[in-house]
Nanobody, 124 residues
Framework: QVQLLESGGGLVQPGGSLRLSCAAS????????MAWFRQPPGKERHFLVG????????AVSDSVKGRFSMVGGNDKNVVYLQMDSLNPEDTAVYFC?????????????????WGQGTQVIVSS
């Protein structure tokens, strides 16, 4: 069973950037469709960016399009969420999640494994 661990959250000033990490253990990320979600205080969790298992399909929420992107690195079992031009409305707990299906999903109910989340606060 894959396990996910997010890191990289913290306090950042408006207009700043932050890169969150999602590290997988127990299995290979390439076996899963993956997405980043966030949950602002008192609100529901919602989709930000995601990619299908094959990597052929991807999606970005309109709320973060042009500012957030999901990127990989040298370690194939780590995926990053690059966040630029942050504003206070981006304050939330950020989660990565995966599912074993073939399709790209944008609803949290379709994801079966979640990390514990990392807090991001955008404030001056």
């Amino acid at each position: 069973q894959v396990q996910l661990l997010e890191s990289g959250g913290g306090l950042v000033q408006p207009g700043g950037s932050l890169r969150l990490s999602c590290a997988a253990s127990g299995d290979t990320l390439s076996n899963y469709g993956m997405a980043w979600f966030r949950q602002p205080p008192g609100k529901e969790r919602h989709f930000l960016v995601g990619m299908s298992r094959s990597g052929e399909n991807s999606a970005v929420s309109d709320s973060v399009k042009g500012r957030f992107s999901m990127v990989g690195g040298n370690d194939k079992n780590v995926v990053y969420l690059q966040m630029d031009s942050l504003n206070p409305e981006d304050t939330a707990v950020y989660f990565c999640a995966v599912h074993g299906g073939r399709l790209l999903h944008t609803t949290p109910e379709m994801y079966t494994v979640w990390g514990q989340g990392t807090q991001v606060i955008v404030s001056s």
